[in-house]
């Protein structure tokens, strides 16, 4: 989870180290993934015969713009997304 990551949220501090914080904590999360071979270039019968995922799966997303306090010509995008199984 990135957000525990963030313990500067609350700090006053300027794009360039957030933009360098965020990429730090980005590359150390996908350093922690394991690669996964993709199911999906198998053919239409054999995907067919995969289980179902778990029901009701949720799957959420936002964004928005965060503008630079010092500087508010420059902001930045920035998207979130979750998605997970409602029964776990």
């Known amino acids: ?10 700090k006053a501090l300027n794009a360039s180290t957030v933009r360098n914080h965020l990429i730090s904590v980005a590359k150390r999360q996908e350093s922690e993934l394991a ?6 270039d198998k053919s ?14 949720v799957i959420g997303f ?3 713009y965060v503008r630079d306090s010092h500087n508010r010509k420059n902001n930045f995008e920035i998207i979130i997304g979750k ?6």
Not at 1 to 10: E, Q, V, Y
Not at 44 to 57: F, H, T
């Open 1 to 10: 989870m990135i957000l525990p990551s963030i313990d500067w949220i609350n």
């Open 83 to 88: 998605a997970y199984a409602e029964n776990i």
């Open 44 to 57: 239409a019968y054999d995907n067919e015969q995969l289980p179902r995922p778990g029901k009701p799966m």
């Open 62 to 64: 936002d964004g928005g």
């Open 35 to 40: 690669e996964q071979p993709d199911f999906l």
